[in-house]
């Protein structure tokens, strides 16, 4: 027996020892079930990313196709039914929750304080209003058309900071409500497809505004949701505008942070109904900043860096495929044409303003 600070005693015999070690492994074996479903399924969009992409150049003649994050939310929501048997609730609840957070924070690792200060303050300037904007017309939107605040921040955050990622973030901080789940999956397929429709369609806009590759790769990042879309958008121009691109994007991921902690804030004030909600600085957003710094500095070798983010990529992967097992097609199919008006109209804002505040400085 030992005694604590505080006077209690604590058996550490080795019976006791045992007995923790059985809860544990209980624990884990509760999980595991849940786990592994949700890695097959992300073992599986990632098989079938390649053979999506040439499909989609044989189909549409551009290299688009499904990112393997869709993917997996895809076929997780086809085998929903598989999924709802109480032996994989543990681990899909696992995966969505604790998983999920941690590989958002592991993304503060693809962010450099140094790139995103040689934007110029114009051009930040810009696109923090392009992404305030979007987030409160995604609000706005939602209460006009009857649906909940939650849901207008879901919209809001992943159109103004970084499509999927940005929606699987800003869950974590919501309140509780019925059809979470199923507005998060719509929201990460209507704006991935809004992505690839804009990876087509932006370039040729910026040349009818008359914009140089610079302001055309600023336009791109600032505009387009996804990572891979604001890539293939900005290479496709130049290597000036798919640099510029790929800069003005990152720093939209930078303002993560804020994003996350503003929609935290805005339901914490309204009196959320979790706890989750009452608590406005997630750790998760603290671990995110503080790598922000980490990989600024560059405190970390090369090869631990590309580790971690591999491994921020597989976390979100795991996260989005328990989502996918998690959501009900019945449920989804029963959201209404609103859903899909306010994603739109949030994809029309951020583009207005983005375009709009690039102009002046052109």
């Not at 989750?276 to 710094?293: D, E, H, N, S």
């Not at 328990?322 to 994603?343: D, E, K, M, Y």
């Amino acid at each position: 027996m030992t005694v604590s600070a505080s006077g209690s005693t604590a058996d550490a015999s080795p019976r006791a020892v045992r007995g923790r070690l059985r809860g544990r492994l209980r624990g884990l074996a509760d999980i595991a079930p849940g786990i592994l479903l949700a890695a097959a399924v992300a073992v599986a969009a990632t098989l079938f990313e390649p053979v999506a992409a040439r499909l989609a150049a044989v189909l549409f003649g551009a290299a688009a196709g499904l990112p393997a994050m869709v993917l997996a939310l895809l076929l997780g929501i086809l085998l929903n039914p598989l999924a709802q048997r109480p032996v994989f609730r543990p681990g899909l609840t696992f995966c969505v929750k604790k998983v999920l957070r941690w590989a958002v924070a592991l993304l503060g690792l693809r962010v450099a304080v140094g790139d995103v200060l040689g934007l110029g303050w114009q051009v930040m300037a810009v696109v923090v209003g392009g992404m305030t904007a979007t987030l409160v017309a995604g609000v706005v939107m939602a209460r006009l058309f009857g649906r909940s605040d939650a849901y207008g921040a879901l919209v809001g955050s992943a159109t103004a900071v970084c499509g999927a990622s940005a929606a699987l973030a800003t869950v974590s901080v919501l309140p509780e409500y019925r059809e979470r789940d199923a507005d998060v999956a719509f929201v990460v397929v209507a704006v991935n497809a809004l992505a690839t429709l804009a990876m087509l369609l932006y370039p040729p806009l910026a040349a009818f505004l008359g914009f140089d590759d610079r302001m055309t790769g600023a336009l791109l990042g600032a505009a387009i949701h996804d990572v891979a879309q604001v890539a293939g958008a900005g290479y496709a121009v130049s290597e000036v505008a798919g640099n510029t691109a790929v800069v003005v994007k990152l720093f939209r991921v930078f303002l993560l942070l804020p994003v996350v902690l503003a929609v935290a804030f805005y339901f914490a004030g309204r009196g959320g109904g979790t706890a989750r909600a009452r608590v406005p600085v997630p750790v998760f957003a603290l671990v995110f900043l503080a790598l922000v710094l980490v990989n600024s500095y560059g405190l970390l070798p090369a090869a631990v860096t590309a580790a971690l983010n591999e491994a921020s990529r597989v976390g979100l992967l795991l996260a989005i495929a328990a989502l996918g097992l998690g959501t009900s097609p019945r449920v989804l199919a029963s959201l209404g044409w609103q859903h899909v008006a306010i994603v739109a109209g949030a994809t029309l804002v951020i583009l207005a303003v983005s375009a709009a505040g690039l102009a002046l400085l052109a």
